[in-house]
T-cell receptor, first 111, second 117 residues
């Protein structure tokens, strides 16, 4: 069953603005990752946050995780046109942990 | 150098045909995956192999048969193709399978867009 749902489904902002995407999931997880997918390409791993972490930074990316609310957010600061892509959250759970992807947020950054 | 490669990139075929998609990774990873991304961009895992051994097998019709001749290759064979099989299929690999608290980044191939007419 589908694990993560992203909100919003689509987001359009001006270059230089910040973009915030949210992900909600349904069951307990071990880890949560964010991936980017450029149009017609495969997914690229951005950042990982473990279930015992609350916030993580990587360059212009900031990820938060609230396990009590079963939600995560991805903030991209000072957005650039090259950030235009779809962003997916992915959760892992279980023994051999399969990765379950969310529905994705399509971000458009207008130059 | 391409890390995870898939062939073909595009595949257009008639309903009822049998087709294969090949995947190769040159990262020395132990674990490989097949995902299906539908028209709504929803990405769902189909199979995972670790050192040629099947470890994840989601609810996928048995018309889909993965084959891993060695740990660098994971091919996907589809029998009796149906219209609903039209999607983009992604291969991925990771250093190890995810287990316990360990998590390994997945590296994705460019995808194979399958269109069944």
């Amino acid at each position: 069953s589908q694990q993560g749902e992203e909100d919003p489904q689509a987001l359009s902002i001006q270059e230089g603005e910040n973009a915030t995407m949210n992900c909600s999931y349904k069951t307990s997880i071990n880890n949560l990752q964010w991936y980017r997918q450029n149009s017609g390409r495969g997914l690229v791993h951005l950042i990982l946050i473990r279930s015992n972490e609350r916030e993580k930074h990587s360059g212009r990316l900031r990820v938060t995780l609230d396990t009590s609310k079963k939600s995560s957010s991805l903030l991209i600061t000072a957005s650039r046109a090259a950030d235009t892509a779809s962003y997916f959250c992915a959760t892992t759970s279980g023994g051999y942990q399969k990765v379950t992807f969310g529905t994705g947020t399509k971000l458009q950054v207008i130059p | 150098d391409t890390a995870v490669s898939q062939t073909p990139k595009y595949l257009v075929t008639q309903m009822g045909n049998d087709k294969s998609i090949k995947c190769e990774q040159n990262l020395g990873h132990d674990t490989m995956y097949w995902y299906k991304q539908d028209s709504k961009k929803f990405l769902k895992i189909m199979f995972s192999y670790n050192n040629k051994e099947l470890i994840i097998n989601e609810t996928v019709p048995n018309r889909f048969s993965p084959k891993s001749p060695d740990k660098a290759h994971l091919n996907l064979h589809i029998n009796s193709l149906e219209l609903g099989d039209s999607a983009v299929y992604f291969c991925a690999s990771s250093q190890r399978p995810f287990a316990g608290g360990d998590l390994y980044e997945q590296f994705f191939g460019p995808g194979t867009r399958l269109t069944v007419l």
